[in-house]
């Protein structure tokens, strides 16, 4: 979403009156490569863009391409072979393994425009799945997308018939594809994408380590909110960056506060009492993550009084709860804390386990629970367990 983001920030910029554009998008990948299907580059006819299709190796061929389509008004695809035997006719010896659908359009500045469903997508703050008919003698370049209820916006006869059950799906799979369709004796290729909203991140605590941690999160393009019942502590001076500042009582953060699915919650403000009510106020509400700065022992107590209180969270319901808090890479600093703990709430989103690549078995960019499950297994019973087991203990 911070691509989407900055292409938008772009867009705006453009004078459409002296320069014309293009948007470039992978739509499919097959092997390896740099980024995954989704990512986009807004180019103009000045050379300049924003955002990114590959490593730098392929954008200087697509600004060519680019302004082929600025000059014909109509969208095209272009095929990379980046296997180290085939690019040779890319100039370069690339080496990536892997084909690269990337599917260029022009940017008119009309209500065509697919600029105009970005700013749509980006402004609803809930996930939708975008449809884009890339392949195609008349449809190419159509857009249409669809909330989770099954609301279509853009929609027109036009469209195949299975179009809004294929799409529906990808809200099940959480998984972006490609779907072939035949219309009217025509092979009609459409990339399904799903786009999830900004990670909004709220910080219960605005201590001094609090303040890399909202950097580090903005800097990602999170929306990032920090609250405490003290109000010296969450003086603009010491985060300029976030994007909003509460003085908020722990009583009222459920009325307060807009906590959703897409919400992480971090409790680092030092102060025991205030972290175990807050986390009682937050185990009712759908946030799928909540991280609690502190050793063990800390969070064990606050479990300890729960049980008392007649207050028991559910088996389920704890793997919600990371205490002690960050993935385990010998952070010490607040700075190096920070990366800990951006690095797995990121983790905990794309719905991966947080360990090292190179014992992954599947392809990296591969959202697969069935390989992260593998991945993780490998991490914990190998030789980094012991180096795992004196992280929690010193915590």
């Keep these: 979403m911070k691509e989407f983001k900055a292409i938008l920030e ?9 320069h014309r554009a293009a948007l470039a998008t992978v739509v499919r990948v097959r092997g390896s490569s740099y980024r995954s299907p989704g990512a986009r580059m807004l180019i103009t006819d000045d050379g300049h863009w924003v955002g990114s299709i590959s490593g730098g190796c392929l954008e200087g061929d697509a600004l060519r391409k680019a302004r082929q389509v600025m000059t014909g008004g109509k969208g095209m695809t272009v ?9 040779q006719n890319l100039g370069i010896g690339l080496g990536c393994n892997g084909v690269i659908d990337v599917f260029i359009e022009p940017v008119n500045n009309d209500a065509g425009d697919p600029i105009h469903f970005f700013r749509q997508i980006v402004e609803t703050q809930e996930p ?60 009609m290729e459409v990339f399904l994408e799903l786009l999830q909203p900004s990670i909004n991140l709220i910080l219960f605590g605005g201590g001094f380590d609090a303040r890399p941690v909202s950097q580090l999160a903005k800097s990602l393009g999170w929306n990032v909110q920090v609250t405490d019942e003290c109000v010296a502590h969450i003086a603009p001076i010491f985060f300029p960056e976030a994007d909003k500042l509460s003085h908020c009582h722990r009583q009222f953060i459920d009325r ?3 906590i959703t699915a897409f919400t992480a919650c971090v409790l680092m403000s030092h102060n025991y009492e205030y972290d175990r009510d807050v986390l009682q106020k937050l185990l009712q509400t759908e946030t799928p993550y909540i991280g609690i700065l502190g050793p063990r022992k800390r969070f064990d107590k606050m479990m300890e009084e ?15 709860i990371h205490s002690p808090i960050g993935l385990d890479i010998g952070a010490e600093a607040p ?17 991966r386990s947080g360990g090292f690549l190179k ?27 012991e180096n795992s087991d004196q992280h929690q203990t010193s915590k």
């Design 10 to 18: 772009a867009y705006e910029r453009i004078d459409f009156g002296q």
């Design 79 to 87: 095929t990379y072979d980046t296997r180290e035997e085939s690019n």
């Design 128 to 187: 939708t799945v975008l449809a884009t008919v890339f392949s195609h003698p008349i449809l190419v370049g159509k857009k249409v997308w669809m909330t989770q209820p099954g609301t279509f916006v853009g929609a027109d006869a036009s469209l195949p018939a299975g179009l809004k059950a294929d799409m529906t799906a990808i809200f099940e799979s959480r998984k972006s594809e490609i779907s072939v369709y035949e219309e009217n004796g025509e092979s």
């Design 256 to 258: 307060e506060m807009n």
């Design 306 to 320: 729960f049980s008392k209180q007649g207050f028991d969270i559910p088996a389920h319901q704890l793997h919600r």
């Design 335 to 351: 700075d190096e804390i920070a990366v800990s703990i951006i690095a797995e709430v990121q983790s905990v989103f794309a719905n």
């Design 359 to 385: 014992y992954r078995s599947g392809p990296i960019h591969r959202r697969d629970e069935s390989s992260d499950q593998v991945f993780k297994h490998r991490y914990i019973q190998g030789a980094f367990q």
